[in-house]
């Protein structure tokens, strides 16, 4: 009897510790739950940033195709698995066997040849005519939306904040072998494959001699761009010539030329220097114009200047031509990020931005660079910005609506669209002549004739 008794009062306190241990564990769960994996937000001034999910999801895509209903999505997806190990333990090794540079790189050139022939093949991806680009992808977003789901209002594959650590800038082999089975389309375009994305985005960005923070750029944005689930394209606009670098106008280009290849919804306006460090920084628009960049490595994260509307902006296809577009005037460094906040203030357009603690770049902007930047500043664009804030009728003269330019050539790369562009035009702009202009620029018109000749000039002067 005795015995019994202790082993029924051992039982029971068993059972009792067992009890509680299951409903430490309920409560721990809930409160995890509460506190992660809802869509809880940040406290903020304008825009919600949601919090990443306790564990780090699989791989871009992955998920999305074993949900899939569509079989080749998956088998897609299991052959590039299967590829990407090919190919690493395929790689030669330059060191073994003394293998000259001509070899290796003619051996590796074999296998990249072998590897993207088969990746074409498995995308159905070919070359296709700029003419019917616009209508081959409209064609196939319209398919897609009538047999996809849309994607979730906030990506699943959200990862949160991960600091970039800058080394040595990978090569063009490097960045290229990196995303040699991923599903980028030429022309820099993506879409995920499990559902329909909520925003069609053009990321625009004003480019010349910056071939290193080029391949940077492109290492990161794709990956980051994809977990965001966005239907997505990346255009390089690059300035040919020595002349004074127009980032204003090569925005407008920018702008102008993509969409004719697609029905674009949101426009990112990038500098190549910059990277977001957070993936919740949403490249998308919510209906008024974003400053995503407010905090910058280089500047110690803080805002320089409450109007301050550069280096990475999003603005809706109706808000950027309702401003219309930037400032065409701007030659050298400086003020056509000012131009634009002033566009938005003429039109009562309020501008967003995130809360600021909570959006973090990373600048990579190379010492020569700075120096450049320097050199290069418009001391003139305080006399144009002049312009745009004392009259709102100047806007109507200087933008989209009289953009000239030069398209010397435009392809679809692997990782990006790129767009050769002369910015100087010929034209002499009458309409100019009638305003009350500075006495200088007057002087510079009647000698050169041009007006973009005489914006050079005067940008080039110290004042």
Not at 210 to 237: C, E, K, T
Not at 327 to 337: A, P, V
Not at 424 to 451: F, M, T
């Amino acid at each position: 009897m005795a015995a019994n008794a202790r082993f029924s009062l051992f039982y029971k306190l068993t059972a009792v510790i067992v009890g509680l241990a299951v409903l430490e564990c309920l409560v721990g769960y809930v409160i995890l739950e509460n506190s992660w994996t809802r869509p809880g937000y940040m406290q903020e001034t304008s825009i919600l940033l949601p919090k990443p999910k306790l564990s780090r999801p699989k791989m871009m895509g992955y998920e999305d195709a074993r949900s899939s209903s569509r079989s080749s999505s998956f088998y897609r997806l299991h052959k590039r698995d299967q590829l990407d190990t090919a190919i690493k333990t395929r790689l030669p090794s330059r060191d073994a066997n003394n293998t000259s540079e001509a070899a290796y790189l003619s051996k590796l050139g074999r296998i990249r040849f072998a590897s993207n022939l088969y990746s074409q093949n498995l995308h159905n991806l070919r070359s296709v005519k700029q003419s019917d680009s616009y209508t081959r992808s409209q064609e196939t977003s319209a398919l897609r939306e009538d047999q996809l789901p849309r994607c979730a209002v906030v990506s699943p594959y959200l990862t949160g904040f991960h600091k970039v650590t800058l080394g040595k800038a990978p090569t063009w082999l490097d960045v290229e072998t990196r995303f040699a089975f991923d599903s980028i389309e030429q022309g820099g375009r993506w879409r995920p494959d499990g559902c329909t994305s909520r925003h069609r985005v053009a990321i625009i960005v004003p480019y010349r001699y910056r071939d290193a923070n080029l391949r940077v750029f492109l290492s990161h944005m794709h990956l980051f761009l994809q977990r965001q689930q966005l239907d997505y394209g990346i255009y390089i606009v690059e300035q040919a010539g020595e002349q004074p670098f127009n980032r204003a106008k090569l925005l407008n280009i920018g702008y102008a030329e993509s969409i004719k290849d697609y029905d674009w919804q949101c426009f990112i306006f990038h500098d190549i220097d910059l990277l977001p460090e957070d993936d919740r920084i949403i490249y998308a628009c919510p209906g008024q114009p974003v400053h995503l960049s407010t905090a910058i490595d280089s500047m110690d994260f803080k805002l320089t200047y409450e109007n301050n509307f550069g280096g990475v902006s999003a603005m809706s296809r109706e808000m950027f031509e309702l401003v219309n577009g930037y400032s065409n005037l701007y030659f050298g460094w400086g003020g056509e990020d000012d131009d634009m906040f002033e566009r938005l203030r003429h039109h009562d357009i309020v501008m967003m931005r995130y809360q600021h603690s909570a959006v973090k770049f990373k600048d990579t902007k190379i010492n020569v660079h700075r120096k450049q930047t320097k050199s290069s500043e418009n001391e003139f664009r305080w006399h144009l910005l002049n312009y745009t804030r004392s009259s709102k009728e100047f806007i109507a003269l200087d933008g989209l609506t009289t953009l000239n330019y030069t398209l010397k050539e435009k392809t679809l790369r692997s990782l990006f669209t790129w767009i050769l562009v002369d910015v100087i035009s010929g034209d002499v702009r009458p309409d100019i002549y009638d305003l009350e202009l500075d006495p200088r620029l007057n002087e510079a018109l009647r000698k050169y004739g041009s007006l973009d000749e005489a914006l050079v000039f005067m940008a080039q002067q110290k004042h």
